[in-house]
């Protein structure tokens, strides 16, 4: 039976098609008062004013939902870490006091630490604890995560993760898009010798992961002290080879070319870009690969600078925005207060920050053609808050304002 939507103050559609949003096309949000929606089989059949969606030939039979508040397509979140076994509370406190991060590694913790736990946890574990957090994101109106591995970084341990997030998607409604990240950094066992693990993560790992259908991306980390840029693009055209799309970390600490590498490599995006210049953009215009940027993680390390966000619109590039919801920079799941960190610390316009939240997430994960727009045809993603103006979602932090969150058509009881 078809599903409508109705009472909806505020929709925002973001109509315009399956491509990412730059320039002034991100101010463009499809805004439309008094709407509604039609949903049928999971997909939209009507979105816009209610008096024209009335008229639907499905209108008549369809189960009426008056939900009210503000509609707009789910959340795409396209960079998580959502797989880890432990908090990092140890290196919270240690940084709260001062420690540096050598200290902090010093002492044990750091990514090795969430090596260490990952490699221990039992693979049901896994799968519940993912699940308990797939929760968290569904209620805060995500509809999609991309979910990297990267914690493992050997054979056995890297399948567990990704066989986790495969297993767990068949248990929530929250989408799930696996990716590969085992150059995240060098494991403990190969005593900082880049070279030779990346080759055990491409000539080991890699054909593994692609063998059991367990990616759909591969991610590397460019930076001093991890990957170089020669390594970035051995790894990512390895992934290319191997059927893999391909995403990379990219100017997070300082610019270390990684950006001119993963556009080469032809990278679906580059997510972090805190030092990009504008060599990087010109290379990224070319490419037509999208920028995610990640300013939960600058939040919480304290870090003053945020990327250039208007110097990377302002060359038509289009941006994304994401959690990076990991245990060791961004504990945070909820992309109402990314939303908000957009705004007040790199001024993007609330109407730039929900378009990166969105059409253009999808888009970075390559799900445009059926993610982020409120359109006919598209999956009936749907996230609808209590609130009477869409630019509340980025004024409030705090808490959450999620009604409720409508996935593949699937219409929850009212909260």
């Known amino acids: 039976m078809a599903i409508l939507l109705t009472g909806i103050k505020q929709l925002l559609t973001f109509k315009g098609g399956s491509l990412p949003r730059s320039g002034a096309a991100m101010h463009e949000i499809g805004l439309v008062k008094n709407g509604a929606v039609m949903i049928s089989g999971g997909q939209i059949c009507a979105a816009g004013p209610e008096k024209d969606v009335m008229r639907h030939p499905m209108a008549k039979k369809a189960e009426s939902r008056r939900v009210g508040g503000v509609a707009m397509p789910a959340f795409v979140d396209s960079h998580t870490h959502a797989v880890f076994a432990e908090p990092r509370l140890k290196d919270f406190s240690m940084r709260l006091t001062g420690a540096s991060y050598k200290e902090i590694k010093a002492a044990g913790g750091g990514i090795v630490s969430s090596i260490a736990s990952i490699r221990k946890q039992e693979p049901c574990a896994m799968v519940e604890q993912l699940l308990e957090r797939a929760h968290k994101f569904l209620d805060c109106g995500t509809g999609t995560i991309e979910v990297k591995s990267g914690y493992g970084l050997n054979l056995v341990s890297e399948l567990k993760m990704l066989r986790a997030i495969k297993a767990a998607a068949l248990k929530t409604p929250l989408e799930m898009v696996p990716t590969l990240l085992a150059a995240h950094s060098v494991p403990p066992e190969f005593k900082d010798d880049a070279e030779r693990y990346l080759s055990y993560a491409i000539e080991k790992i890699m054909p593994a992961v692609v063998k059991e259908k367990l990616a759909v991306f591969a991610d590397i980390f460019c930076e001093k002290g991890y990957f170089n840029p020669a390594q970035t693009m051995r790894y990512l055209d390895a992934a290319r080879r191997f059927g893999l799309g391909s995403k990379a970390h990219t100017e997070q600490?300082?610019?270390?070319?990684?950006?001119?590498?993963?556009?080469?490599?032809?990278?679906?995006?580059?997510?972090?870009?805190?030092?990009?210049?504008?060599?990087?953009?010109?290379?990224?215009?070319?490419?037509?690969?999208?920028?995610?940027?990640?300013?939960a993680s600058n939040h919480y390390l304290g870090i003053a600078k945020y990327p250039p966000v208007k110097t990377i619109m302002s060359a038509g590039i289009p941006v994304a925005l994401a959690t990076d919801f990991n245990p060791g920079t961004a504990p945070c799941w909820n992309m109402q207060f990314v939303l908000s960190l957009a705004c007040l610390r790199m001024k993007m316009t609330p109407e730039e920050a929900l378009t990166a939240a969105t059409i253009n997430g999808a888009c970075a994960l390559g799900l445009g053609g059926r993610l982020g727009t409120l359109e006919a045809g598209k999956q009936a993603d749907i996230a609808v808050f209590d609130v009477g103006d869409y630019r509340e979602l980025c004024y409030y932090f705090g808490d959450r304002l999620n009604r409720m969150t409508i996935k593949k058509g699937r219409v929850p009881r009212l909260k």
């Open 253 to 295: 600490l300082s610019n270390s070319g990684g950006t001119l590498a993963a556009a080469r490599s032809g990278a679906v995006s580059v997510d972090h870009a805190d030092f990009i210049n504008a060599r990087d953009l010109k290379a990224l215009k070319a490419s037509g690969t999208i920028v995610t940027l990640l300013p």
